[in-house]
């Protein structure tokens, strides 16, 4: 699941598709040989002419010439590292430990950071090939935005709705193509509108160095959009394919809405799928991906630091009494998610069970808002919420769609109690991540 979601994300979020043989080296490259490395031991960059080598090559699966590992190693290595890599720029000295691990996540980062350099170099020089000039630009949005409010939702409603195989970007009406088969997503001006495009646009237009991003800060936000956008949606989907294996009722329900909403595909790189036609169709979907995520939420606990004297109204539940908690400055606040998504006060008798019917609302039931955060609450929560959420609710749908997702013999001949603890089982990484989540694929015949 970790590599499927990448595959997604790098589509989505980077325009360039990365083909399955380029994972079968992750596997085999959990050793990496030593970088060369400068006197203070940090291994060095490869040489320049080898970034953009790596960015060209047509064969993800090899190291291009100056790198030791391939782009898709190098980058599960760096995620799968990053407490090392944490604690290694806390305490120095541990970077100067002979041990493997350590020269695997130097040698990861390092070269992790030359590959994205290179897909920045690369992406500038196709926008500027594209005629992009940031300076034409700034000055035509000044003139729209004097234009006044109106004659820019005038012209944005004035744009014909996407065709058929297109989907505008939400709020931006930006249109993205049909993807797959090596195509890449384009704008509505023929401009392709991958997320990582739209970044160093946006930077390249803003006027006076200060505003703008180093080169740096660019490679460090991708990076944050790679390791939030893939390390946990994958986790998630590690569980909903267990807790699917587990629960054949709720399987059934999902490739049920998943036919209905696609009934004519021949396979899913032949999705014609329209956010606003089909988004909002697939609404088990939905609920699957929101009630895995209640159940394993990707961080199970929250820190808060008060940033000044405050205090905290409370309730207790089974009584509706009010209570003040005095936070002083300073206080480091836990709020323990895990517990607030099993509370049986806010979710029911039930809350331990597997049951995404809990996330439709009725005309008596309103299911809590308030007490579901994987994603945090408020004006500081993520803001890749509702991306992870689309993107888990697309790849669940159609991989229910294809395959029929099945226990393995071994679990089969196991207890029920004892196959969901083991299948379920997780340890502490970036995220929680699911140790034990092993299921069949069987390939559904198609009609």
């Known amino acids: 699941m970790t590599e499927l979601a990448l595959l997604i994300i790098t589509s989505a979020g980077f325009g360039r598709h990365i083909p399955l043989s380029a994972f079968s080296s992750s596997s085999s490259s959990s050793t990496a040989p030593a970088a060369p490395s400068t006197a203070n031991g940090t ?176 490679l460090s936000t991708t990076y944050v959009f790679l390791l939030a956008g893939h390390e946990t949606t994958a986790n998630t989907l590690a569980f909903a394919c267990a807790l699917l294996a587990l629960n054949p009722r709720v399987q059934a329900a999902l490739r049920a809405e998943a036919d209905a909403v696609f009934p004519h595909l021949r396979a899913p790189e032949d999705a014609l799928a329209s956010y606003r036609e089909d988004m909002p169709r697939l609404k088990y979907a939905e609920a699957t991906f929101r009630e895995t995520l209640r159940l394993f939420p990707a961080e199970v606990r929250l820190t808060k630091r008060a940033a000044r004297d405050t205090t905290l109204r409370g309730t207790v539940l089974s009584t509706g009494e009010k209570y003040d908690v005095p936070v002083p400055k300073g206080t480091i606040v836990w709020l323990d998610v895990w517990a607030v998504h099993t509370m049986t006060e806010w979710w029911g008798a039930d809350a331990d069970e597997f049951r995404p019917e809990r996330f439709f609302d009725t005309d008596d039931y309103k299911w809590p808002r308030d007490a579901y955060m994987p994603f945090s609450l408020g004006a500081r929560s993520c803001i890749g919420a509702r991306f992870a959420t689309l993107e888990g609710m697309v790849i669940l749908s159609h991989l229910v769609r294809e395959y029929e997702i099945c226990l393995t013999p071994e679990m089969e001949a196991l207890p029920l109690e004892e196959r969901k603890r083991q299948m379920l089982s997780w340890s502490i990484g970036v995220a929680i991540q699911a140790t034990g989540a092993k299921v069949l694929l069987k390939k559904r015949a198609r009609v």
């Open 43 to 218: 291994p060095k960059a490869p040489a320049p002419t080898a970034t953009a080598t790596a960015t060209a090559s047509s064969d993800l699966s090899l190291p291009p010439p100056g790198f030791t590992l391939p782009f898709v190693p190098a980058l599960l290595a760096a995620v799968r590292g990053m407490n090392l890599q944490s604690l290694m720029r806390q305490y120095p000295l541990v970077a100067h430990l002979p041990l493997a691990e350590v020269r695997r996540v130097k040698t990861a980062y390092a070269e992790l950071r030359e590959y994205l350099r290179g897909m920045v170099e690369v992406t500038r020089a196709e926008m500027r090939a594209e005629g992009f000039h940031p300076h034409a630009l700034s000055h035509s949005r000044s003139r729209d935005h004097e234009a006044g409010a109106g004659a820019e939702v005038e012209a944005d409603s004035a744009e014909p709705e996407p065709e058929l195989g297109e989907q505008r970007a939400p709020g931006t009406g930006a249109r993205i193509g049909r993807a797959g088969k090596g195509a890449k997503a384009k704008g509505a001006g023929g401009e392709e509108a991958d997320l990582f495009k739209l970044l160093i646009r946006a930077n390249e237009e803003e006027e006076g160095r200060e505003k703008k991003l180093s080169d740096d800060e660019l």
